[in-house]
Structures are given as C-alpha cells and as structure tokens.
C-alpha cells in the first residue's frame, strides 16, 4: 500500500518546521541527541516517501534502521569520551607518546566501527530493495544530508529574533 503523497509532503514539512525552529521560546535549546533523533525521524520520513516503500519493506527496514542507529550511538558516546580524554591528555604536561598512540588507535578503531555500521545498513538495504529503490535510495542519500546541511546551515546564521516568530 502507496502511502499518500500530500500527507507524508504535509507531515514532513511539519517535521522539518518545528525541527529548524528548534524549540518554543523559554524552552532549553534542543539537545544533539534529540537533534540526532528527529534527523533520524526525519529521514526514515523521507526515505518511505522517496523510495515508495511497501508495508512488508518498512516493517523490515524500520526496526533495523533503528538498531543500526542505537548502536552507532553507543559508538558516538564512546568516541565522544576517547575525544575528550585525548584533549585532556594533549593539555597535559606530562602526555606520554604511548598513551596518545594508545588513544588514536582506540578512537580510529571506532570511526572504523561507524563506518562499519554505516555499511551494515547499507547491505541490508541492498537485499531489501527492487533496483529501482535502490537507484532512488543512492539520489535520496546525498541529497538528503546536502539539504539538511543547507537548511541547518541557514538556520544557524539566521538572527534569534527572526527564528522565533
């Protein structure tokens, strides 16, 4: 079953709105995880539209998007620490070159754990997807993340005052 174009168009303008606003005013600004939650959301959005996924074909997809992402999480989380650990290291006087070659390969060894994940996914897809959706999906993936970037890019140097009318 096709899902109907003007309310995924509908609902992911909706999505991309309160999303680029960020937030009501006097509310916390949105957080890099839930920033990474809603462009996850988003996407999946998006790509059920693009890609015209069947029920069977978003049943199988979702769950597995979403258990590709929770653990590329727990990758970033880890990562973030290593990162942090080897500033603390590099500002110290007594930084020792095993320690720091200790530290680059840990976190080179996880950017290599994302990309694996990253291609995890990938090869799912490929099994998953008639030639067609596999042809939209590559056109769908870059341009996704360059209107995003564009859009985020535009929110950033946008003045407060303009963001919140």
């Not at 994940?117 to 996704?144: G, W």
Request: hydrophobic share 35%; charged share 35%.
């Amino acid at each position: 079953m096709k899902p109907k174009k003007p309310l995924w168009l509908l609902t992911s303008l909706l999505f991309l709105g309160s999303f680029l606003l960020g937030q009501v005013p006097g509310q916390k600004p949105m957080g890099r995880e839930r920033m990474r939650e809603n462009i996850n959301k988003l996407r999946l959005l998006r790509m059920t539209e693009v890609l015209e996924l069947t029920e069977e074909q978003t049943a199988k997809i979702y769950p597995a998007y979403y258990r590709v992402e929770k653990e590329k999480r727990g990758i970033i989380l880890t990562l973030n620490r290593e990162i942090s650990d080897l500033k603390s290291l590099l500002a110290g006087t007594d930084a020792k070159e095993d320690q720091i070659a200790s530290r680059v390969k840990t976190i080179k060894g996880l950017k290599g754990d994302l990309a694996q994940k990253d291609q995890e996914f990938e090869a799912f897809l490929e099994k998953s997807l008639t030639e067609t959706q596999k042809a939209k999906y590559l056109i769908f993936s870059v341009e996704f993340y360059r209107n995003l970037g564009e859009k985020l890019n535009r929110a950033r140097v946008m003045p407060r005052d303009k963001r919140e009318n």
